[in-house]
């Protein structure tokens, strides 16, 4: 299967920016759609950005314009560009890779972002 690490969390200030990586253990090249979900304390996790193995992107309402989400095949990277960040994007973020044709979805063990006011 496929394992998740994510890496590139933090502190920042609000309007600075920060860059998630998640490096795949296996090949994600072909197989999986990628993308960034995240948990603040106290709500559901939620859907940030998706990248499809074509490339194609979907990003929630409240990121677009602010976060880029890009995969690496190559390199079997996933990244999240995050620019003017504010308090409300603090939360744990969360790398999954999925085949929704079949149902496997795998999780990241998801790192800590917070933005300070």
């Known amino acids: 299967q496929v394992q998740l690490v994510e890496f590139g969390g933090g502190l920042v200030q609000a309007g600075g920016s920060l860059r998630l990586s998640c490096a795949a253990s296996g090949s994600v090249s072909s197989l999986f759609d990628m993308g960034w979900y995240r948990q603040a304390p106290g709500k559901q996790r939620e859907l940030v950005a998706t990248?499809?193995?074509?490339?194609?992107?979907n990003y929630a309402d409240s990121v677009k314009g602010r976060f880029t989400i890009s995969r690496d095949n190559a390199k079997n990277m996933v990244y999240l560009e995050m620019n003017s960040l504010k308090p409300e994007d603090t939360a744990v973020y969360y790398c999954n890779a999925q085949v929704p044709s079949t149902g496997f979805s795998a999780w990241g063990q998801g790192t800590q972002v917070t933005v300070s006011s």
């Open positions: 990248v499809t193995k074509i490339h194609n992107t």
